[in-house]
């Protein structure tokens, strides 16, 4: 009985521990509970936040970049989605095994992936723009901390064509030279942001607010390139680039109605696709940064300017003096010796004597503000990032030789934009039209944004004398003239031949080795269409630019010729030799087309003369571009250095024009451009060796 | 206080032991279990399709498995339905002998596999097998079996005390070579519980205590890994980058959501921050999607866990019945809690499933079975073997008597 009792007293003291345990287990429960609702109530607000930070992201996104197309809407520049491959090295637990994983699928070295691989930050681009094929490899390895990302990728299809107009974008899609920077605003599109939610990897998974991607992009712009001339030109500059082993050699073609820019090769050519491939003189669209003495092909706008002005006409004679003719001290020099010639073959043979008493005929005032009415000496406004105006001296500092020497096209700077711009208002009948680049914005429908109508900058000549001119100039590629070797079976082709000395840097002379040899002309001659401008720069061997330059030009005008649609005209109504053109009213109103937008008149924009303005107000404020006016090298050259730059030198003698101008904010980087120029007369004498005809 | 605590839990049962013994086995608790295995189902849906579908190759790969395990282990628990539990008292040494051979093997290299540097499980018939699991039932059956043999003797320290110490500190001592920490704490405390519950002197169990205490210290300042355990949980937001990450994260997801919750399939922790979501921390996703009634729903049903554990091992009038459904019951309620104050950072980290929920072959499948085990003893079956013992007994001798008899006669017919 007793120990029955004690049986029952155990059992009741075993349940009261059961109990207990049990309740310890229930009140472990409920304490879940209570810690569960502390943290959903007292601490979510704390929580919350560290979640939002690690789960919401404002996600800024750049939207596609527009295309540059070509006037026929063939795709030049276009922005593809390429993966780009990051890591996030805190996440990588053993980074040479990792690194041994990748690296088959990299474009790197072992060990700069194991630097990459091990380093602290949290983020690292392993590769950007990486192949396809290689980042979907990598996503199938799975490696935590490895991630792929799509970005955008400027892809140029037709590799090296028009590369230096195009110019290129950096990594992360900003326009670094060419139209790719100028019209970078346009092009790049907008940003978005994008609240998503990521996932412990960083991947987006749910975008809370979807854009629609498309309503971001940017526009796209279309050239007045056309990607078929611009083949023909490049290939054609190439070719004669490498036959004559010259430095370089550039080719615009123009439409002579609108100003657009059909063309522009530049050789040696620049492939934007591998940027890394080039220095930096490649990229450069020289066809508007550089600047030359034309030399003779600046004749016919001496012609021009005096039978404007009515002293001569076509068959004035003059007397050329035995090839041989004194000017204050110097002998200017013919290649061949004439004694007579009428103003139409002084063009056709190139004669520098004549080409000086054709300009004295009007006198250097009126000639000066001829050639600045043709543009020379001011911007074209073509907008191209870098143009330079050219030099060209007024003509109170004109020594008597200076004015010789500028009558025949020495002493003076263009670029080939400037003197194919010249060239078309010769062709049209004597309106200077601002060249065109862009014809367009579009927005990503294809609709014109903004139109970039032809601007008629001023009428310079009248269509009379224009078709004078061409007529004349028609003279320089048929038998006798200098530039036969430039005429097109079909076509008469009105043009002129040019070969320049040009200074050595090293004497800051004229070195009779170094020659520019160009081209510069329209056809049909009769009804102009095209004007196309080649100019080989330092051609070895051979340098007259009628040789040198001419076939290219040939080759460049026929193809054009053919692609623009231009039929070989009637014999009846083609120029004929020796025969002046009667004038024809029809074809003597080349109206000027109905888009083309006028500028108000002026005759000189003497404002766009840069260097040669008096000095501006001096501003408060800021760090100013020094003046460097007046300057020789070696003080300019001195002054740049204190300034942590070195400047960009054309010429010789003492500092003329400077860009950027003095008195401007200093721009950091400092980019600076002098232009020099020998204060007398000394030096700026040359000679033109030959007509160019092969002996 | 205590005998009225007592009297009240214990009358209405005495009242109703002579009722409703025989009368069949407790059908509450399995709906709670199976209400638990559902839930467990589709939380570990809901964590896991996003991860599965992305390395798995679907997003169903992950439940698909477990609805395998949750198959197999429900015949195990009809099984043990089915089966007489006092069969497990018979067979213990063998069971013994049978976990420690698991025990061995899965840290023999080639057969156990090594996985986040501890060797616990190894493959068997194309399905993972974790030899913890199935000791921590088997230690508790022991348990069960040596408390109630011994009775009253467990005042004594050589017999209540040692024995148990030796055969639980031998398997906890296979378990640390895996290493498996939380196992090993779970078989200490299932042993500390039943030991206490059967009458050992307390002083016995403190002294144990404190020298485990003391053990424990060293072996977590023992290993690194162990350290910064702690550590983290002492401040998961500082070590937040490496080992606190799976805390953070859990608070973070849980906190974040708010009383509500997020609602079914919304959570964000499943994204790939909170590693394991699936598995240990699976009470995470709860109570991140379900919210605060999500935890009180899952806490509510291990209570009413223990509950029925607790009636059913009350009711029974065997002690060795008793005390294997306290165990079982304790071994649910024990690691249910100690796996819950992980997740919401009440403890450090350790590696314990929530049993009957988390993702888990071996858990689940063990969990189930354990359950049946409790289920039969629920029945309150008179132990028949026991009863049917000289009938049995009259049987063999009989079939003996019979051959003798058949011998000699032969021998005789040969003879003739």
């Given amino acids: ?83 780009s491959v990051f890591a996030r090295p805190r996440s990588i637990e053993n980074p040479e095994r990792e690194a041994r994983r990748l690296l088959p699928h990299l474009n790197t070295t072992y060990e700069a992936l194991v630097e990459k691989l091990s380093s ?85 998974m749910i975008t809370n607010e979807t854009p629609r991607f498309r309503d971001f992009e940017g526009y796209s712009v279309q050239l007045t390139i056309d990607e078929k001339i611009q083949a023909v030109a490049e290939a054609a500059i190439a070719r004669q680039v490498e036959q004559f082993s010259a430095r370089g050699g550039y080719a615009v073609v123009l439409d002579v109605h609108t100003g657009d820019i059909l063309a522009m090769a530049n050789t040696p050519y620049f492939d934007p696709n591998r940027v890394g491939d080039f220095i930096s003189d490649d990229w450069r669209l020289r066809n508007v940064t550089d600047t030359f003495e034309p030399g003779s092909i600046f004749k016919p706008f001496v012609l021009a300017a005096a039978l404007q002005e009515k002293t001569i006409t076509l068959n004035s004679t003059f007397d050329c003096e035995g090839g041989r003719m004194r000017v204050g001290g110097y002998t200017i020099r013919d290649v061949k010796r004439h004694n007579t010639l009428t103003a139409a073959q002084i063009q056709q043979v190139s004669s520098n004597i004549g ?108 269509p009379e004398v224009a078709r004078d001119v061409a007529w004349a100039m028609s003279l320089v590629t048929v038998e006798g003239g200098t530039g036969q070797r430039a005429a097109i079976e079909g076509f008469t082709v009105a043009g002129k031949t040019g070969t320049a000395q040009k200074v050595n840097p090293e004497t800051r002379r004229y070195d009779p080795n170094l020659w520019m040899a160009g081209f510069v002309g329209f056809a049909p001659a009769e009804k102009p269409e095209i004007v196309v401008v080649v100019i ?29 649609g231009v039929f070989p005209m009637p014999e009846e109504q083609r120029f004929q030799v020796g025969k002046r053109p009667v004038a024809q009213k029809s074809a003597l109103e080349p109206a000027a087309p109905a888009a083309v937008f006028m500028l108000p008149a002026m005759r000189v924009l003497d404002s766009e003369s840069d260097g040669l303005l008096e000095d501006g107000e001096e501003e408060q404020g800021g760090p100013k571009v020094p003046d460097f006016r007046q300057m020789t090298l070696r003080q300019a050259m001195r002054r740049a250095q204190d300034l942590g730059t070195s400047p960009s030198i054309e010429g010789w003698g003492r500092v003329v024009s400077q860009e950027p101008k003095a008195g401007d904010p200093l721009p950091v980087p400092l980019v600076l451009t002098l232009v020099l120029s020998p204060a007398s007369g000394q030096g700026l004498i040359s000679d033109e060796p030959s007509t160019g005809t092969l002996q | 206080m205590s005998t009225d605590l007592l009297t009240t839990i214990t009358r209405p049962m005495a009242s109703e032991q002579t009722d409703d013994s025989e009368q069949g086995w407790d059908r509450w608790l399995l709906l709670i279990v199976l209400l638990l295995v559902a839930l ?66 899965v840290l023999i290299p080639g057969i156990g596999i090594i996985q986040n540097g501890a060797q616990r499980w190894f493959s068997l018939g194309g399905m993972s097998f974790q030899p913890a699991e199935v000791a921590k039932v088997t230690a508790v059956m022991y348990l069960a079996y040596s408390v109630s043999k011994k009775g009253k003797r467990m005042g004594s320290f050589t017999i209540g005390f040692v024995p148990h110490l030796l055969v639980i500190g031998f398997m906890v001592g296979l378990l640390m070579l895996q290493p498996d920490f939380g196992s090993s704490v779970m078989l200490l405390a299932l042993m500390m519980i039943l030991l206490f519950v059967s009458g050992a002197k307390l002083s016995y169990l403190f ?133 819950l104050w992980v997740v919401t950072g009440m403890l450090p980290t350790k590696g314990l499933t929530l049993p009957l929920v988390s993702f888990g072959g071996s858990s689940m499948i063990m969990g189930l079975f354990a359950i049946g085990v409790l289920l039969n003893i629920s029945r309150n079956a008179p132990d028949h073997w026991e009863l049917e013992r000289e009938e049995r007994d009259g049987e063999r001798l009989e079939r003996r008597w019979e051959k003798k008899r058949e011998k000699i006669m032969r021998s005789r017919d040969r003879r003739r």
């Avoid at chain 2, 698909?64 to 043990?80: E, P, Y």
């Fill in chain 1, 355 to 462: 080409s000086y008493k054709i300009a004295q005929t009007i006198g250097r005032e009126r000639y000066y503000e001829y050639i600045r009415s043709f543009g020379f000496g001011g911007r074209t406004g073509v907008g191209l990032r870098g143009e330079q105006p050219g030099m060209l001296w007024p003509p109170d500092r004109w020594a008597e030789i200076s004015f010789a020497n500028v009558a025949f096209g020495q002493g003076l700077t263009t670029t080939p934009i400037q003197l194919a711009a010249a060239t078309a208002a010769i062709a049209n009948g004597g309106m200077l039209l601002k060249p065109r680049i862009i014809d367009a914005v579009l927005d990503r429908d294809g609709k014109i944004v903004r139109h970039n109508p032809p601007t008629l900058v001023r009428r310079v000549i009248s």
């Fill in chain 1, 536 to 564: 080989i720069d330092e051609p070895k061997k051979m340098h007259y630019g009628g040789v040198v330059a001419g076939p290219a030009f040939a080759t460049i005008a026929r193809e054009t010729l053919a692609l623009r």
């Fill in chain 1, 120 to 204: 602290q930050s949290n983020f690292v681009w392993l590769e950007r723009q990486a192949r396809p094929p290689s980042a979907e490899a990598i996503t199938n390895l799975g490696i935590p901390g490895i991630g792929i990302t799509n970005e955008f990728k400027r892809y140029y299809p037709l590799r090296e064509r028009a590369g230096q107009i195009l110019g290129f974008v950096g990594i992360d899609g900003d326009g670094l030279e060419g139209i790719e920077r100028m019209l970078n605003k346009e092009m790049a599109g907008a940003t978005y942001q994008m609240n998503v939610s990521r996932d412990a990897q960083g991947r987006p």
């Fill in chain 2, 40 to 105: 467990g189902l589709i939380m570990l849906y809901s964590s896991s399709a996003v991860m599965a579908e992305q390395r798995m190759g679907g997003h169903l790969v992950l439940l698909q498995n477990q609805l395998q395990k949750v198959v197999l282990g429900m015949v195990l628990l009809t099984g043990a339905l089915c089966v007489d539990y006092r069969w497990y008292k018979r067979m213990i040494y063998p069971m013994l002998i049978g976990t420690v051979v698991l025990l061995v093997l």
């Fill in chain 1, 1 to 83: 009985m007793r120990s029955q009792g004690d049986d029952e007293k155990a059992r009741k003291w075993m349940k009261v521990r059961m109990g207990l345990i049990a309740s310890v287990f229930v009140l472990g429960f409920v304490g879940v509970v209570g810690r569960v609702y502390y943290l959903q109530t007292v601490e979510a607000e704390a929580l919350s936040k560290r979640s939002a930070t690690q789960l919401n992201r404002d996600v800024t996104r750049q939207a596609r970049r527009g295309n540059v197309v070509d006037r026929n809407g063939t795709e030049l520049a276009v922005s593809v989605e390429v993966p």
């Fill in chain 2, 207 to 339: 002294m144990f205590t404190l020298t485990g205490a003391v053990g424990a210290y060293f072996a977590i300042s023992g290993s690194e890994y162990r350290m910064k355990r702690i550590l983290a949980f002492l401040d998961p937001w500082s070590h937040r980058q490496d080992i606190g990450y799976q805390i953070s994260e859990s608070l973070i997801a849980i906190g974040a959501s708010g009383l509500y919750g997020r609602g079914l399939g919304n959570g964000t922790g499943k994204l790939g921050y909170v590693p394991e979501l699936w598995n240990d921390f699976i009470g995470t996703i709860i109570a991140e999607e379900l919210g605060i009634f999500g935890i009180v729903f899952l806490a509510g049903l291990f209570a009413l866990l223990v509950w029925r554990g607790l009636r059913i091992a009350f009711r029974c009038d065997d002690p060795f019945g008793m005390y294997l459904a306290f165990g079982i019951t304790a071994m649910f309620g024990l690691q249910a809690m100690a796996n």
